[in-house]
């Protein structure tokens, strides 16, 4: 995990020792190696207050984590944050009652939010301890690389 | 009157439970609090292991304390192999511990439970109206997280602590780094309680057995004798003796009962209660002006004595800090023996109890853990028995919510009772 002073920052939430949970983190580490200046990359466990210190004072954020909500293995979820709340049935971190969709609602309610705030969720089945994607998984990181990559172009970062 | 209230999933507490009220001519006939997370059996998969992997083994039994699970398991080990910690690695467990009750309670009051008595729905439309308030905690929550990362390694599960001490232990530079964060908390601390003592408070008052460990020369956190106002005053080897644990048929955790008596009570209401003439002066002096008496019996105000904690642990971790000398070696070297050994510490909501039997060679052999939550559930069903007949004429709505307000007062971990901790909710 590293700070500056970036107007693009990257948030993977979720463990990496959990097979599927790992996606926002595979997401991240290969826009990372297209090398797009100035983006500064984060990785959070997704609790929920350490996210808002995350986002406040961020100007474009894209957020990728892992969802489990019945959907397809593999289904992608595009939530444009910064202008609509986020179902809290998606991105449980735990139980404990402050998680990822709350953080953002709290930090909406609070004036906190980027101005550019994108939330990427994948649909995963294994969330086992241990490393590697399902392939459906797999499938759906390289979709949402090429559309943040053409994100990027549109707003211009 | 009939009636049945149920609430089908328990909102603002950690894990899954639900409570079912029923009402028949007039009169409650049943309450039930039911906890139906699956248990995982982690005394069960301890067996076999290395005595020295039971700290960070039984850390995953809860995101938010694991720092009572992983000093417990230290401490019962150490207890096994004749080993003691003393002097600044002592302290600096503590100092880890007040940052893990900075986290826990600051989460617990301004996000979980003063919405109940604010009138509501949940801590987003507190933040709508009052920033300022959901602000400073988030504020505070962060210092304890600092304090976790800072000696722990990281917030949530710390890799830093073992068997015998800690890894690496930091320089008193790093410590001093965190002071001006501490006075800054220490301050919104003492607004805190000053917050949560205007708030609406329930009248309701109940003849508790309190048990917590006492220890002679501090606010106990990381030992002590175990305590009861009611007679109990045993080391806590002793524990299995005046402490039973009993299947119900409505709950997945075990329900614990005194021997002799029935239900007790652990966390701050009785830590408070017991050990109140140990409270920092300050943290005393902001409890006399909350109109808070030494020994307080109304649960609902167990929000005020979390605040009054929070001051203890802000005060307690700048003491600590101001008195570092960083230690020669990280840890005491431990070479493991045939035993059985006890270690109990007050995690946020009450004591977290270990005991565990290894061999020789320092494999565990049989291990055995009760969470504060699995220990409170019997009261939590008793304070509900007594709260709600003289309530019953509100309006169900208005009794439903009162109701959670009740088990609220508890903090309760259901993932840590029933060791579970469910990383998804699946969707409906």
Redesign the interface.
């Known amino acids: 995990m590293f700070y500056g002073k970036h107007p693009l920052t990257f948030i993977a939430v979720g463990n990496r020792f959990?097979h599927d949970?790992g996606v926002g983190w595979e997401i991240v580490r290969r826009l990372q190696s297209k090398r797009i200046p100035n983006a500064e990359i984060i990785e959070a466990?997704g609790?929920g207050?350490?996210l808002?210190?995350f986002l406040n004072g961020r100007q474009y954020v894209f957020i990728f984590d892992a969802v489990?909500?019945?959907a397809r293995t593999g289904t992608i979820f595009r939530f444009e944050a910064h202008s609509q709340s986020l179902p809290s049935?998606f991105f449980?971190?735990?139980?404990?009652?402050?998680s990822v969709a709350?953080a953002i609602?709290?930090a909406r309610?609070?004036?906190l939010l980027p101005e550019y705030l994108m939330v990427y969720g994948i649909e995963g089945k294994n969330?086992e301890a241990g490393a590697g994607l399902s392939q459906e998984v797999e499938q759906a990181v390289e979709k949402i690389v090429s559309k943040v990559l053409v994100e990027l172009k549109v707003i211009g970062v | 009157m009939n009636k049945t209230i149920k609430v089908d999933y328990l909102?603002?507490?950690?894990?899954?439970g639900s409570l079912q009220v029923k009402v028949k001519d007039g009169e409650l006939k049943d309450v039930k609090l039911k906890i139906f997370e699956p248990p995982r059996f982690f005394e069960a998969f301890l067996r076999g292991r290395d005595f020295r992997e039971a700290p960070d083994i039984t850390a995953r039994i809860c995101?938010?304390c694991p720092i009572a699970y992983q000093l417990g398991a230290s401490q019962a080990m150490e207890n096994i192999c004749k080993v003691k910690v003393t002097g600044p690695l002592r302290d600096l467990r503590r100092l880890i511990y007040c940052g893990e009750w900075i986290e826990s309670h600051v989460?617990h009051i301004y996000?979980?439970h003063a919405p109940d008595f604010l009138g509501y729905q949940?801590?987003?439309?507190v933040?709508?109206d009052h920033?300022d308030i959901?602000?400073r905690a988030?504020r505070m929550?962060?210092i304890g997280?600092e304090i976790m990362r800072v000696l722990g390694g990281r917030?949530?599960h710390p890799i830093n602590l073992k068997v015998g001490g800690f890894y690496k232990v930091p320089p008193k530079r790093d410590l001093r780094a965190l002071v001006d964060d501490l006075k800054w908390g220490l301050d919104a601390a003492l607004e805190t309680v000053k917050f949560v003592a205007g708030l609406p408070m329930p009248v309701f008052e109940q003849d508790y057995e309190f048990v917590a460990l006492r220890h002679l020369d501090e606010y106990a956190i990381i030992e002590g004798q175990l305590v009861s106002n009611k007679g109990i005053d045993t080391p806590i080897s002793g524990y299995d003796r005046h402490l039973v644990e009993e299947h119900v048929a409505h709950s997945t955790a075990l329900h614990t009962r005194v021997v002799g008596r029935g239900s007790c009570m652990v966390g701050p209401l009785a830590r408070y209660s017991l050990n109140f003439d140990k409270l920092s002066p300050l943290a005393r002096e902001a409890a006399n002006k909350a109109g808070l008496a030494p020994v307080c019996r109304n649960p609902f105000q167990s929000i005020i004595v979390r605040a009054v904690e929070t001051v203890h642990a802000f005060d307690e971790a700048l003491r600590i800090i101001e008195n570092y000398q960083m230690p020669d070696k990280p840890s005491v070297d431990v070479h493991p023996q045939a035993g059985t050994g006890y270690g109990c510490t007050e995690a946020p909501r009450g004591i977290c109890y270990h005991r565990y039997t290894i061999d020789d060679k320092g494999t565990i052999l049989d291990a055995k853990i009760v969470s504060p939550t699995a220990v409170n559930q019997k009261t939590i069903e008793s304070d509900l028995r007594n709260f709600i007949p003289p309530n019953l004429d509100l309006p169900d709505d208005k009794l439903q919510w009162q109701c959670e307000q009740a088990i609220r007062n508890y903090d309760p971990c259901?993932?840590c009772s029933t060791h579970f901790?469910?990383?998804?909710?699946?969707?409906?």
């Open positions: 959990r949970d466990s609790e207050a350490a808002m210190e489990c909500s019945g049935k449980n971190y735990s139980t404990h009652a402050f709350e609602e709290m309610a609070m004036n969330f | 909102a603002r507490v950690e894990g899954e995101g938010i989460l996000m979980l949940d801590a987003i439309q933040a709508k920033p959901v602000t988030l929550k962060k997280n917030e949530i259901i993932s901790l469910k990383l998804r909710v699946e969707r409906e």
